[in-house]
């Protein structure tokens, strides 16, 4: 009966064992596979926030459209244009 019992209790553990190192290393949905697609989200959520943090400091186009002080803004802001008597300076990050 102790055989018996030892007997399916290391067969239980191989099954086990195999079936965690089929499921982590060899399927299709690996580790790996999983570190990669998190990778992919956490670089698509930063692109995300710095898009709606770059649309959100836009100005809208019905208030440039009423205000020319405005527009220079952009223009000098965005398109880094000047006037003919200044110089500009753009800082690169």
Same mark, same amino acid.
Request: aromatic share 16%; charged share 25%.
């Given at each position: 009966?102790?055989?018996?019992?030892?007997?399916?209790?290391?067969?239980?553990?191989?099954?086990?064992?195999?079936?965690?190192?089929?499921?982590?290393?060899?399927?299709?949905?690996?580790?790996? %596979?999983?570190?990669?697609? @998190?990778?992919?989200?956490?670089?698509?959520?930063? *692109?995300? /926030? #710095?898009? %709606?943090?770059?649309?959100? @400091?836009?100005?809208?186009?019905?208030?440039?459209? *009423?205000? /020319? #002080?405005?527009?220079?803004?952009?223009?000098?802001?965005?398109?880094?244009?000047?006037?003919? *008597?200044?110089?500009?300076?753009?800082?690169?990050?």
């Amino acid at each position: 009966m102790k055989k018996n019992k030892r007997f399916f209790l290391i067969l239980y553990v191989s099954t086990v064992a195999l079936f965690a190192i089929y499921i982590f290393f060899l399927s299709k949905n690996n580790i790996w %596979k999983h570190r990669e697609l @998190n990778q992919t989200i956490k670089f698509l959520d930063e *692109n995300i /926030a #710095n898009v %709606k943090n770059q649309v959100s @400091n836009d100005y809208t186009f019905d208030e440039m459209k *009423n205000d /020319a #002080n405005l527009i220079e803004q952009y223009v000098r802001e965005q398109l880094n244009m000047q006037r003919d *008597n200044e110089d500009v300076f753009i800082v690169v990050y």
